[in-house]
Structures are given as C-alpha cells and as structure tokens.
C-alpha cells in the first residue's frame, strides 16, 4: 500500500466555541491536484493552514507522508505555500525572494542563482530578478510567489486561493498554467478556492466543504453529475433538488434527489418522452435570454419551481421569450438524477 | 453667495491648497527656518570682550573655539549619551512594541498605549526630579541594594571611573537611566506602528520557507521594522543631544552641549558661542540621518 500525501484523522480545529474544522477525515494521494472547495468560513482554509503549520488541531493528527506533522512548526515541514496575498518580502528583489528558502537553507550563492534563473523561466517571468515586488503586476505577483514556494523542491504545494486577485482573463490563464506546472514538477497541489468552477477546471479530485465538514469527495464529474448531498448539488453548479410526493411520483421513493438544469430537456406537452425517461407538466413562468442560452423558469405539477437551461442552437431571443406563459413536458433520463440523502 | 463660493473654489483647486498651505508654510519658513538662520548668521559674529556687546563683522572665532578640548570633550559626553540612550531605548522598546502590535488583545493594546504614553501627560520636570530621589544616595534604589545586602554592588558600579560618582544622583549612570526613561515612550510609539504594518503573511511565509524565528526576525521583522526604529532613535538621539535640565539636575559638573548653550547664551550673553554652539548638534543630527539613509532606514517607507 502507498502511503498517502496527506492523511487526516479526525481532526477538529476550534476558535473558542466555533468549530472551524469538525472532525475531518482526509486522504489526498501522493502528486494529486487536490482541491479544498467551499464558502468563506467552510473550513477549508484552516485546514490548508494546519497542513502548513500555521494552525495546529484541536484534536486529530495530521500525517505528511507517513509522518505525523500534528506539533511540528512550519519550518520542519517539507511543504510550501502560495499565499492568498501572495505575502512577498517587499524589501527584497524577486531574486531575493525567490532564493529565500535557499538562503535559510545554506545552499551557495552560485547554486541559488542558477535555481533561481531556473525557477523565474518556469514561471516565464526570465529578467525580472532585480525588480521589487512593488514593482510588479498582481500577475507577476503571483508567479513569483509560486517560484519561491517551488524552488524548495516541496512534496506538497499549497495554493490559499491565489488566483482570487486576478482579473478574470489572467485567472483562467493562470488556471490553464498552474494546471501545466504541476504536471511538470509531478509534485501534490492542495488548491483552496471558493470558485467551482476553477476547482472542476483544475483538479484531479476535490472535498467539498460546508460548515467545518467535509460533505464529499471526488472526482469533478463525480462532484456535478452525483452530487451526495443537497448543499454539494447547490453550491457546485446550479440544481433542482426534488423530494416528497412529486420525487415519489417520479421515481417512486420520496428521498430527494438532484437534476442539473440542462439535463433536462424542454418539450411540448404532445411530446412522448422515450422510455428511461422522467417527465413532468408545468409552464413556464420565467423567460432569461443568455445569448449562448436560455434559462427558464418552469412551474411544475405539484407546485415546485424547476430551472431548465437550454442552448440557443436554433432559438433566438425573441422565439424563447414568446414561450412564457405556455404549457410544456419536462423530461430527463433516470441515470441523470442523483439521491442527495434524507 | 456660500454655495458661489464654494463652486469657485472647487474650481480652482490651486488656490484651494494654496489657501491650506499657506498660513502653516510662512510660519514654518519665517519662525522656522528663520531662526535656524538667524542662529546660524549669529555664530559668525563675535563678542567684544569689555562691552560685552556683539559685534556684527564675519568671523570664525567662535568655530575656532569649539574645537578646544573642553568643547570637544562636551560633544563627545553629549553624543557618547546620546548613542547610550538611543541604544538601550532601542533594547528596551523593540519587545515591548513587539508585544503591543503582535500578541497584545485588542483591548490590552489600549491599555499598554496608554500606560506607554501617560508619563507624557504628567510634567518633565518632576518627573525629572522624581528620579533624583529615586537615585538618590538616601532613596529607594539604595535602600533596595541595601536590603538584599548588595550594597557591594551598587558601590562597585559606581566606582567604575568616568561614569561612576558618590551616588546614583550624581553620576553619568544615573543620568543615563532617568534620560532612557524621559525618552522611552518615543522610541516605543514609531517601533511599534512600524511593526503593525508588517504583514502578519510574511511571517508565515518566512516560517513556511524554513525560516525559525531567529532567522525570521533578522530577515524580515527587523529589515521592516527598521525605518520605525531610525525615527524612534531619531527622536532619543536628538532629545538627547539638547537637553539641559537632566545633566543638570542629575550628574555631576561635567558640562553637556545643552547646557553649554544655556549657559553662555545666558548669564555670560555670548550670543554668537552660544549659537555656534547649537550648529553642533544641527551637524551632528544631519550626519546621523545620512548615516541612517546610507543603511537603508528609509527604503521601506
């Protein structure tokens, strides 16, 4: 058996009364791109902090590759992080900054310059060693701060929303790089981020968190297509979460499940849906004209809202907009629903 | 007619920091930088020995004088207490101003920045004579040495040559400890608010590249905290460098540079002595801040 990267075991972190982590269980594997999903106070940055040392558990351990990491200080861990402020040293060069890890280290002067050249290609930022971070754009910020978390050479790399800064332009380049980097240095990446879709972009696997727990694991697919809990279906994408008499109607249990919107297609009430296929009346209530798509508004039989999105391939906006008011069947296939427990 | 004035001035925003800069700009350039030179222009006259009168004709007279061994003896006192003062001051004040900006509580920090600062509510000069008695050969310091029967050792630092004396009143020592108390609360406030502006991140970021804590305070805390520390010394150096009344009031006869002047700008009424006298510490300061820019204290603002 492999040991795993990172391993927690039932670790709790509490402020006072406030359980900020509650007994979290966790195993990130050994070169994943991990992803720490969640809102703000989901706990997620916390336990990116305890992996780092910053915090340390109320209770639980914490194992770095078979070691356990719960009361070492963040100087005797072989990780490293990328701060959500990037937190470079603002009088020093980037070279200076860049070399820090190697300063503290001992390594030789000539041996720094060369990693450090190194590192400032990789992150395609060749020439600007002499620079002051002040001097730099967030951007530039941000790859210099990689480049000084790197050049140690850590078994973990750990990413505290580093590309909540950029503009939306950079962050998805930035997305598409760090994706590329990691492939290249083969080491762990431990992203924090509260944006879904950067983490569905990204990650090899990721743990949804809410309230200081973990609600699931899994691969981006498995996080949209099967969602395990209801708040997993509404924060990761949009849903219809289904229960009681209508869900017993349709799939004959009143256990809730979820339906992603544009999984679920818009007809006529003339329609026959094909068979494995769940189908409900409604009319349509609401009418928002997207460009790419559309999303409607559908009150169903039963009286519950569903939201149904369809791509514009042969509407335009005044074709779908003529359709407020007027009857339709909604129907999905059974393999597109997902039992969100309770 | 408010509201038309108010258009016309928006309008015109130079006039608008003109009217703000003005008035404190004239007071600064005539009763500032005007007496600074009326000072200056001073030192360049000379004293008639049997009027006593001054006369008004260009000399170096009085810079010929400052440059006896007397003269050059209260420079060097001055300055050598000076750098003393300013040194312990930066000693004592960095943990403490490290403790207020990073550990204290909220409310604690309130607490500690009034405790800093209420000394300076009350006046200088009993808090001056307040450690005349402190330091006195009758007072509490000596009653406490002999208490524990360590008067052997109060006596032997005091009978340390050139900065010992009969007691602690009137030694350079016991000057010492009452000007690093005079002056403590302006070493404190700038290392502080210094300190505050480091970035809690760089520590841990320090800490996370395999920095310990020693290496994370040379590194980083001090590096940044420094123009805070130069401002503070500022002030402990220069204060010091002036005073009067602490080498008067404790001590022993030895002159220093403030009292030099106090003393031939007053009952002997060399004007001109007293004002080449003041250019020495002018020096003295510009020097210390292009020393202190020469090291980098100014890079981070």
């Not at chain 1, 200076?96 to 990789?122: F, H, Q």
């Not at chain 2, 008035?23 to 009027?51: C, D």
Request: proline share 5%.
């Amino acid at each position: 058996m492999t040991t795993s990267a990172v391993r927690f075991e039932q670790v709790s972190r509490h402020f006072g009364e406030v359980k900020a982590v509650d007994q979290v269980d966790l195993e990130i594997q050994d070169g994943e791109f991990f992803s720490m999903l969640g809102p703000s106070g989901s706990g997620k940055t916390t336990c990116l902090r305890m992996i780092a040392g910053f915090d340390r558990p109320t209770r639980g351990t914490i194992h770095l590759y078979g070691q356990d990491v719960s009361d070492l200080p963040p100087y005797e861990r072989d990780v490293n992080t990328v701060f959500q402020d990037y937190a470079l040293f603002p009088h020093m060069t980037i070279d200076e900054n860049i070399a820090y890890g190697l300063m503290i280290k001992g390594v030789s002067k000539p041996e720094r310059r060369d990693r450090v050249d190194e590192m400032l290609d990789l992150v395609q930022l060749p020439g600007f060693g002499y620079r002051k971070p002040s001097q730099l754009s967030g951007g530039q910020r941000q790859r210099v701060a990689l480049a000084r978390a790197l050049i140690n050479h850590p078994k973990v790399l750990l990413l505290d929303e580093p590309l909540g800064a950029l503009d939306l332009k950079l962050r998805q380049q930035m997305q598409v790089e760090l994706k590329a980097i990691q492939k290249r240095v083969g080491i762990t990446f431990i992203f924090v981020t509260h944006d879904q879709e950067e983490a569905l972009t990204m990650s090899d696997r990721i743990a949804v968190f809410n309230l200081g727990k973990i609600e699931q694991v899994g691969t981006p697919a498995d996080i949209y297509e099967k969602p395990a809990t209801p708040f997993v279906a509404g924060f990761v994408g949009t849903s219809n979460l289904i229960s009681g008499e209508v869900a017993e109607k349709l799939t004959g249990s009143r256990q809730m499940f979820s339906v992603r919107p544009e999984k679920i297609h818009l007809g006529l009430p003339t329609d026959t849906p094909g068979k494995d296929m769940l189908s409900i009346g409604g009319v349509v209530r609401d009418v928002v004209y997207l460009g790419l798509f559309t999303r409607y508004l559908v009150e169903a039989e039963g009286g519950i809202d569903l939201v149904v999105v369809e791509q514009n391939l042969k509407t335009t906006s005044m074709d779908v907009l003529t359709s407020k008011g007027q009857k339709v069947l909604l129907f999905w296939h059974k393999d597109h629903i997902s039992r969100v427990g309770g | 007619m408010l509201n038309r004035l108010s258009t016309y001035l928006y309008q015109r925003p130079k006039l608008v920091l003109g009217l703000l800069l003005g008035p404190p700009l004239i007071y600064f350039l005539v009763v500032y930088i005007g007496s600074l030179l009326a000072l200056l222009v001073n030192s360049f006259f000379r004293l008639e020995e049997f009027t006593g009168l001054v006369v008004r004709e260009f000399t170096l007279e009085q810079y010929a004088k400052l440059f006896t061994s007397t003269n050059l003896g209260i420079f060097g006192r001055t300055a050598g207490m000076a750098i003393a003062v300013t040194i312990a001051d930066g000693i004592i004040a960095f943990p403490l101003a490290y403790y207020i900006a990073r550990f204290a509580s909220p409310r604690m920090k309130t607490y500690l920045y009034i405790a800093v600062t209420i000394p300076l509510w009350s006046s200088y000069l009993v808090r001056v004579y307040a450690w005349k008695l402190i330091l006195a050969k009758e007072g509490i310091v000596s009653w406490f040495f002999n208490l524990f029967g360590l008067q052997f050792v109060l006596d032997g630092i005091l009978s340390i040559p050139g900065i010992g004396g009969s007691s602690l009143s009137l030694s350079p020592i016991g000057m010492f400890i009452t000007f690093c108390y005079i002056w403590l609360p302006y070493m404190i406030v700038p290392i502080q608010t210094a300190l505050e502006r480091v970035p809690k991140s760089l520590l841990e970021a320090s800490s996370d590249l395999g920095a310990n804590a020693a290496q994370t305070f040379r590194n980083v805390i001090l590096p940044l905290s420094f123009p805070g520390v130069v401002a503070g010394s500022i002030f402990t150096f220069s204060l010091t460098l002036g005073d009067f009344i602490i080498p008067q009031v404790l001590g022993n006869s030895r002159f220093f540079i403030g009292q030099a002047v106090y003393s031939y700008q007053g009952t002997a009424g060399n004007i001109p002595l007293a004002a080449a006298f003041t250019m020495g510490p002018i020096v003295i300061m510009i020097a210390y801040l292009l020393i202190a820019r020469k090291m980098g204290a100014f890079d981070a603002l």
